[in-house]
């Protein structure tokens, strides 16, 4: 990873932890590494844990002071506890592929490219839900939430571009865009972090020619930055 | 002393956390008017009694920028303060921002102590 890859990734990761603090007292996890490998090692860690809090119900069924002649489940109950493991109840959503809901926004100066955030939608309404201090159901619909993730795209492209120059140097952004499903290509990908957030996960990415070449420590590019 | 703001930003959702930190910093009573645009702020500022224009930079239609510029090329509303809150704001921008008449600059995400000071500061003006 070059060094001006590094930089690219601390002033990203920096713009998204700081917003989303300062906007909805929200803490990010950079994850490192693959995705796939991050979702693969929590799934499996999930197992483990359902299953060692299974042995313990099974154990804990087995310590009680029952008379060993009476049956726990009388004939005819069909809990399904009778074994003495108790059904774990899995969350609502497991498994349930969500919707993602995409913004993004034009970088105009002193480099060109965009900035792409996608949300996962429950994040997406949980976040709109704290940035707003709690929301009425009349107020919790999708334009007071494309408005909110619109919001944040503008203020992390901001905090992002200038954690990325110097001081003294002019820099532009584009109006925001926002929509539901199928996120549109991004421009050249430069960069691509994801944050565990609560057990969602938002992917930050950017995009475009200057930031590619950026990261390859173009001379022309460094001068643009410096 | 600011008893009507105009409050100009495309989103809703910065609009109202303008409101907030401008409610938190002491100012509940104040009558808030909302513009998306600097068209619509211009308009509002040029048919109401306003105290403060507080506005992103950033806008379709009208831009802060040139709100801004609108604003104290008016001979009669030379006078009233503006504060611009944006996510575009670094030393060069304060600078540009502060040169064309701008009372205080700040910096998204924003939050009621800045704006607090930020009042302080344009009140000692």
């Given at each position: 990873m070059s060094v001006n890859e590094k930089q690219l990734k601390r002033c990203l990761a920096q713009a998204v932890s700081r917003t989303l603090e300062s906007m909805a007292f929200e803490q990010g996890e950079l994850i490192e590494g693959s995705l796939e490998q991050y979702l693969a090692d929590k799934e499996k860690n999930l197992n483990s844990l359902l299953s060692s809090q299974a042995v313990e119900t099974a154990d804990s069924s087995d310590k009680c002071d029952l008379d060993p002649n009476e049956e726990a489940y009388p004939p005819g109950d069909s809990s399904g506890e009778a074994d003495g493991v108790s059904e774990i109840e899995m969350p609502l959503t497991a498994g349930i592929i969500e919707e993602e809901l995409w913004t993004s926004i034009s970088i105009l100066k002193p480099l060109r490219g965009e900035m792409i955030l996608i949300f996962p939608s429950l994040y997406a309404g949980k976040l709109t839900e704290a940035i707003y201090g709690g929301l009425s159901d009349t107020d919790s619909n999708e334009v007071t939430v494309n408005d909110a993730v619109a919001e944040v795209i503008n203020i992390i492209a901001g905090c992002f571009i200038q954690e990325l120059i110097p001081s003294n140097k002019r820099f532009e952004l584009g109006l925001p865009n926002t929509g539901w499903g199928e996120v549109p290509p991004a421009e050249a990908k430069a960069l691509e972090l994801n944050f565990d957030i609560g057990g969602h996960i938002l992917t930050a990415i950017v995009g475009g020619e200057d930031f590619q070449n950026y990261v390859r420590e173009n001379d022309k590019i460094q001068e643009k930055v410096s | 002393m600011f008893q009507t703001i105009i409050v100009a930003d495309d989103s809703v959702t910065a609009r109202m956390i303008i409101k907030r930190c401008l409610e938190i910093a002491g100012l509940c009573d104040a009558k808030f008017l909302d513009a998306r645009d600097g068209t619509e702020a211009l308009e509002l500022a040029k048919n109401n009694k306003v105290d403060l224009l507080v506005t992103d930079?950033?806008?379709?239609?009208?831009?802060g920028r040139s709100l801004l510029k609108h604003i104290k090329a008016s001979p009669r509303l030379f006078d009233l303060p503006v504060l611009v809150v944006s996510s575009l704001t670094n030393q060069a921008k304060i600078d540009e921002l502060k040169g064309l008449g701008a009372a205080a600059v700040l910096g998204k995400p924003i939050s009621p102590v800045e704006i607090s000071e930020a009042l302080k500061s344009i009140t000692n003006e």
């Open positions: - | 930079l950033n806008m379709p239609k009208m831009d």
